[in-house]
């Protein structure tokens, strides 16, 4: 626990002008960002008597050890710096909301050629349309169903059109009229894009113009006695008016707005957005945030439109934001929307009529959610903060280990033997700082000789980090092992590779590879570092030098945390076995060839057809390829002529070997494809199978 008062700034020293301050650990790493409209007068708020400050304020000013600062000019470049910077460092200390769920969105891919109608989730791309989020998948579906009677846009898959343009028949939904099947030419590019605009101008909520329209063609068509046409006309006017009905009419006046609604305690916050476009609500969502700081609900009202326009620009931004309470000061906030938007925006709290009366149904559901949420066993922080406590007591620990890092060894009868680490803090995952290593040092299947060597390569970059003051070597770094990095600058917070310890080293086994993380530290000369086993026959918990285990009860939280943070490196390890695996088995002669990259390989493949002609080509022919220069080509020969003979082609069903590739798909290779008794049913396979 440091003493503010040691890296306390003299009071000089801090200027007087708005600007966005961080403070870091021991470590350099950034565990709290915040903006001042004054830094002067901000800063000195933290350095009192630790008595006068909100608890978990004292638990950051005495875990930083040190405060740095940068000045702006206004309060809104105040604002859009501290966003950016959360985003970047990712501060412990910092207002984070997460969402309870991942929401699907229906997108429309304008970036294509021909757009497509899908469901999406994740990050969103640029180029496409997106519409929601909505509640459930199904949701989406049921809606696209109803409006592909009037706007038949293409929903199938890239691999699903390609076929029916080779085949030239198009798939069901082109037969029954649910698409414009622009696969086989029925409609041009021109007009399936403006049939998808059409679509998109719908959902965003332009509805009236085209039920007008359809209700006057249909009008016409029954006069003209074209009583087929007018019926078809009439269940399409249906179609969408049902669609129509699946998001009701809440703001009589067309409004498009966000409303934003809290519900909280003293520990958490739980935030709902809904979404309202043309009157109608076309998505909803929500957050959940540990209140790791003292924060008022202006404070999480701006972190939540942070958190929700800080990607957004455009339309994205609604003319006016509802808000339960108003951040104070609102201008720079108010501001720094307007330009999202490029227009001006109203960030206001609703006093009365439809709009107070929806924000207390959004308030209704944000509470809801968080009472939900302290139904989830992993995510409540009183949880977390116990089963913490119960590992610290069970292992006899100094104090609880925020910090803790899993390794498990994963391989198939000794072939492609590789290693994960997983990081949970605060009892949660860290998926940034997961890592993941090949096992150099021997051959063979040896877990106990394979988490020694992890172990050691693992904690030696945090020794040469220690040692070298942040400066890395490039020739100790293992491209498995994470992204490149070079350096751990004091500009920078973020941990850099291995370069943050853990309070807790676990691995997955029992007493062998317990002694051998803990011999690896030993080396190293590092000891205050604790490890423990979780063997998983019986849920033992094995620590260094004693002949029994610590057997933790069954109901107990610290044993939860425990076996949470093993399967997850355990999933962790037998992904990436399972990518090196599956490429080994994808390699061919040409994976050789250095400096042949995928795009000449391919170029290669359907210049010749098949790799058995390639193989039989002279280097002239295969000049005559674009981008192959003869030094390639002869480099090409010389790989297949120290490449194994090539195993025959078989086909499965009828066990006939082929000897004609003519037909060999573009991409592929002679080697084998891996599908067959050596990859199915081990018990590495068993035991690695994800829920």
């Given at each position: 626990?440091?003493?503010?008062?040691?890296?306390?700034?003299?009071?000089?020293?801090?200027?007087?002008?708005?600007?966005?301050?961080r403070f870091?650990?021991?470590?350099r790493?950034?565990?709290?960002?915040?903006?001042?409209?004054?830094?002067r007068?901000?800063?000195?708020?933290?350095?009192q008597?630790?008595?006068?400050?909100h608890?978990?304020t004292?638990?950051?000013?005495?875990?930083?050890a040190?405060?740095?600062w940068?000045?702006?000019?206004?309060?809104v470049?105040?604002?859009?710096?501290?966003?950016?910077?959360?985003?970047?460092y990712d501060?412990?200390?910092n207002?984070?909301?997460r969402?309870?769920?991942?929401?699907p969105?229906?997108?429309?891919?304008?970036?294509?050629?021909?757009p497509?109608?899908?469901?999406?989730?994740?990050?969103?791309?640029?180029g496409?349309r997106?519409?929601?989020?909505?509640?459930?998948?199904?949701a989406?579906?049921d809606t696209?169903?109803l409006?592909?009677?009037?706007f038949?846009?293409?929903?199938c898959?890239a691999?699903?059109?390609?076929n029916?343009a080779r085949?030239?028949?198009?798939c069901?939904?082109?037969?029954?009229?649910?698409?414009?099947?622009p696969c086989?030419?029925?409609?041009?590019?021109?007009e399936?894009?403006?049939?998808?605009?059409?679509?998109?101008d719908?959902?965003a909520?332009?509805t009236?113009?085209?039920?007008?329209?359809?209700e006057?063609?249909m009008?016409?068509?029954?006069?003209?006695?074209?009583y087929?046409r007018a019926?078809?006309?009439?269940?399409?006017?249906?179609a969408l008016?049902?669609?129509?009905?699946?998001s009701?009419?809440?703001?009589?006046?067309?409004?498009?707005?966000?409303?934003?609604?809290?519900?909280?305690?003293?520990?958490?916050?739980?935030v709902?957005?809904?979404?309202?476009?043309?009157?109608?609500?076309?998505?909803?969502?929500?957050?959940?945030t540990?209140?790791?700081?003292?924060?008022?609900?202006?404070?999480l009202?701006?972190?939540?439109l942070?958190?929700?326009?800080?990607?957004?620009s455009?339309?994205?931004?609604?003319k006016e934001?509802?808000?339960?309470a108003?951040?104070?000061p609102?201008e720079?906030?108010?501001?720094w929307?307007?330009?999202?938007?490029?227009?001006?925006?109203?960030?206001?709290?609703?006093?009365?009529g439809?709009?107070?009366?929806?924000?207390?149904?959004?308030h209704r559901?944000?509470?809801?959610a968080l009472?939900?949420?302290?139904?989830?066993?992993?995510s409540?922080?009183?949880?977390?903060?116990?089963?913490l406590e119960?590992?610290a007591e069970a292992?006899d620990l100094?104090?609880?280990?925020?910090?803790?890092?899993?390794y498990?060894i994963?391989?198939?009868?000794g072939?492609?033997v590789?290693?994960?680490?997983?990081?949970?803090?605060?009892?949660?995952?860290?998926?940034?700082?997961?890592r993941?290593?090949?096992i150099k040092?021997f051959?063979?299947?040896?877990?106990?000789?394979s988490?020694?060597?992890?172990?050691?390569?693992?904690?030696?970059?945090y020794?040469?980090?220690?040692?070298?003051?942040g400066?890395w070597?490039?020739t100790?770094?293992d491209?498995?092992e994470g992204?490149v990095e070079?350096?751990?600058?004091?500009?920078?917070g973020r941990p850099?590779?291995?370069?943050?310890p853990?309070q807790?080293?676990?691995?997955?086994?029992?007493?062998p590879?317990?002694?051998?993380?803990q011999?690896?530290?030993?080396?190293?000369?590092?000891?205050?570092?604790?490890?423990?086993?979780?063997?998983k026959?019986?849920?033992?918990?094995?620590?260094?030098?004693?002949?029994d285990?610590?057997?933790?009860?069954r109901?107990?939280?610290?044993?939860?945390?425990?076996?949470?943070?093993?399967?997850e490196?355990?999933?962790f390890?037998?992904?990436?076995?399972r990518?090196?695996?599956?490429k080994r088995?994808?390699?061919?002669?040409?994976?050789?060839?250095?400096?042949?990259?995928?795009?000449r390989?391919?170029?290669?493949?359907?210049?010749?057809?098949?790799?058995?002609?390639l193989?039989s080509?002279?280097i002239?022919?295969?000049?005559?390829?674009?981008?192959?220069?003869?030094?390639?080509?002869?480099?090409?020969?010389?790989?297949?002529a120290?490449?194994?003979?090539?195993?025959?082609?078989?086909?499965?069903?009828?066990?006939?070997?082929?000897?004609d590739?003519?037909h060999?798909?573009a991409?592929?290779?002679d080697?084998?494809?891996g599908?067959?008794p050596?990859?199915?049913?081990?018990?590495?396979?068993?035991?690695?199978?994800?829920?």
């Amino acid at each position: 626990m440091a003493d503010p008062s040691s890296y306390r700034p003299q009071p000089g020293q801090i200027p007087d002008s708005p600007g966005v301050y961080r403070f870091r650990d021991e470590h350099r790493r950034v565990i709290y960002v915040g903006k001042a409209k004054s830094l002067r007068q901000r800063l000195a708020s933290y350095f009192q008597d630790l008595a006068n400050l909100h608890p978990r304020t004292r638990t950051m000013v005495t875990t930083a050890a040190s405060v740095e600062w940068t000045v702006v000019s206004t309060e809104v470049e105040a604002l859009q710096l501290e966003y950016s910077w959360i985003k970047e460092y990712d501060p412990r200390f910092n207002v984070k909301y997460r969402d309870d769920k991942s929401y699907p969105y229906l997108a429309v891919t304008m970036n294509e050629e021909f757009p497509r109608v899908q469901v999406m989730r994740g990050q969103k791309k640029k180029g496409v349309r997106y519409f929601g989020p909505y509640g459930h998948a199904w949701a989406i579906r049921d809606t696209v169903d109803l409006l592909l009677r009037v706007f038949p846009v293409r929903t199938c898959s890239a691999g699903v059109f390609k076929n029916a343009a080779r085949t030239g028949r198009p798939c069901l939904l082109g037969y029954i009229g649910k698409c414009s099947a622009p696969c086989v030419g029925r409609v041009t590019p021109d007009e399936h894009r403006e049939l998808a605009e059409e679509f998109c101008d719908f959902m965003a909520g332009r509805t009236g113009t085209y039920i007008r329209r359809l209700e006057k063609d249909m009008t016409a068509a029954a006069e003209e006695m074209e009583y087929e046409r007018a019926a078809r006309l009439r269940d399409d006017i249906e179609a969408l008016r049902k669609a129509m009905e699946k998001s009701a009419v809440v703001l009589a006046d067309a409004t498009d707005a966000d409303l934003i609604a809290l519900a909280e305690d003293e520990l958490e916050a739980a935030v709902q957005i809904f979404h309202v476009r043309g009157g109608r609500v076309r998505g909803q969502r929500g957050w959940v945030t540990d209140k790791v700081e003292a924060v008022t609900s202006g404070d999480l009202v701006e972190h939540a439109l942070q958190q929700l326009y800080g990607e957004e620009s455009g339309d994205a931004v609604p003319k006016e934001v509802l808000v339960p309470a108003l951040p104070d000061p609102v201008e720079p906030v108010q501001t720094w929307l307007t330009e999202r938007r490029g227009s001006n925006v109203s960030l206001r709290i609703p006093q009365r009529g439809d709009k107070k009366a929806l924000m207390e149904t959004v308030h209704r559901n944000a509470l809801q959610a968080l009472a939900l949420h302290k139904t989830k066993r992993a995510s409540d922080l009183t949880t977390r903060s116990r089963a913490l406590e119960e590992i610290a007591e069970a292992l006899d620990l100094d104090s609880a280990p925020l910090r803790i890092e899993c390794y498990d060894i994963s391989h198939l009868q000794g072939d492609d033997v590789v290693a994960s680490m997983v990081v949970f803090e605060d009892g949660l995952a860290r998926k940034s700082e997961y890592r993941r290593f090949q096992i150099k040092g021997f051959e063979g299947q040896d877990d106990v000789r394979s988490m020694h060597e992890v172990i050691t390569r693992r904690f030696k970059r945090y020794l040469a980090a220690q040692e070298k003051s942040g400066e890395w070597s490039d020739t100790e770094l293992d491209d498995d092992e994470g992204p490149v990095e070079s350096r751990l600058t004091e500009d920078d917070g973020r941990p850099k590779r291995f370069a943050y310890p853990p309070q807790l080293v676990v691995v997955d086994g029992g007493q062998p590879q317990v002694a051998a993380a803990q011999r690896a530290l030993d080396e190293l000369g590092i000891d205050d570092i604790a490890v423990c086993g979780l063997a998983k026959r019986l849920e033992e918990v094995w620590v260094p030098g004693e002949d029994d285990p610590v057997v933790l009860p069954r109901t107990s939280e610290g044993l939860y945390l425990l076996q949470r943070v093993r399967d997850e490196a355990h999933r962790f390890a037998i992904t990436y076995q399972r990518s090196k695996r599956a490429k080994r088995f994808k390699a061919g002669p040409l994976d050789d060839v250095p400096g042949l990259g995928d795009a000449r390989k391919q170029a290669l493949i359907k210049h010749f057809g098949s790799v058995k002609r390639l193989r039989s080509a002279t280097i002239d022919q295969i000049c005559e390829v674009p981008g192959i220069g003869r030094k390639t080509a002869e480099t090409i020969l010389v790989a297949f002529a120290q490449a194994a003979p090539a195993a025959p082609a078989v086909n499965t069903a009828t066990g006939e070997i082929l000897e004609d590739e003519e037909h060999t798909p573009a991409g592929a290779t002679d080697a084998p494809t891996g599908e067959g008794p050596v990859t199915a049913g081990t018990s590495e396979e068993r035991r690695g199978q994800e829920p």
